[in-house]
């Protein structure tokens, strides 16, 4: 945490000298953020959180994120910075400013209105848990190499990217399982992927007897001012 806040320190620093407001925060990255892992997977999930939906997780850090924005340009106080962030979501303005961006860069703004227009993949697999406990940890970067193994991103240059594949969370950081539930559903175009990638997504969640602590989303906010915590 503290070298973290030491690099986010140094990088407002480069920002302001740009002559640019800025500010950081500290988000916990220990933890997958929302459900869902791979490239279709989460703009889906961004669209719900941007129609009111979604996980609460994801959810209040965009939300954080994007009152910090706003209290940057000037907007307000950070709680009325929120509550027009809250405003934008609750009144569809959010979601429609998405789409017309996605139009302007002559995307197909339609499969925002339906993301089951989105191509889905042709194989899935469930990962169960092997044993009854609560998810006392969760190896994020070795959940990334899974997404790669399915396909979401590339293990060479030259990788050709499967934008349907992922991994769709059922079961996170804190949870309470019993052996045989679903932990996570695998999606791939490559069929002959998946065993290895319930390998090691079985590898990158660690079940214990106890409820682990809680975590917080985010550990602090830095700015030009200093610290806050």
């Excluded at 065993?195 to 969640?205: G, H, N, P």
């Amino acid at each position: 945490l503290e070298d973290s806040i030491e690099l986010a320190k140094k990088m407002v620093a480069i920002g302001e000298h740009a002559g640019r407001r800025t500010a950081a925060l500290i988000t916990d990255m220990d933890v997958p953020l929302g459900q869902n892992i791979g490239n279709s997977l989460e703009v889906i999930e961004s669209v719900e959180i941007l129609q009111g939906r979604g996980p609460k997780d994801l959810r209040e850090v965009s939300l954080q994120l994007a009152a910090g924005m706003l209290q940057l340009i000037g907007k307000g106080s950070a709680a009325e910075c929120r509550h027009m962030a809250e405003q934008a979501i609750a009144d569809g303005s959010a979601f429609a400013k998405f789409a017309a961006m996605v139009q302007a860069q002559g995307g197909d703004a339609s499969v925002l209105s339906n993301t089951a227009k989105f191509a889905a993949a042709p194989y899935h697999e469930e990962v169960c848990a092997a044993e009854d406990g609560y998810i006392t940890h969760m190896d994020t970067e070795r959940c990334g190499m899974v997404s790669v193994v399915l396909g979401a991103g590339r293990e060479k240059k030259e990788s050709v990217i499967d934008f349907s594949a992922g991994i769709r969370l059922q079961k996170k950081y804190g949870d309470y399982v019993q052996k045989g539930e679903c932990l996570a559903v695998l999606y791939t175009s490559r069929q002959q992927s998946l065993q290895e990638a319930a390998r090691l997504y079985l590898s990158a969640v660690q079940i214990g007897a106890s409820a682990p602590a809680a975590r917080p989303l985010v550990y602090a906010r830095v700015d030009k001012n200093g610290v806050e915590r």
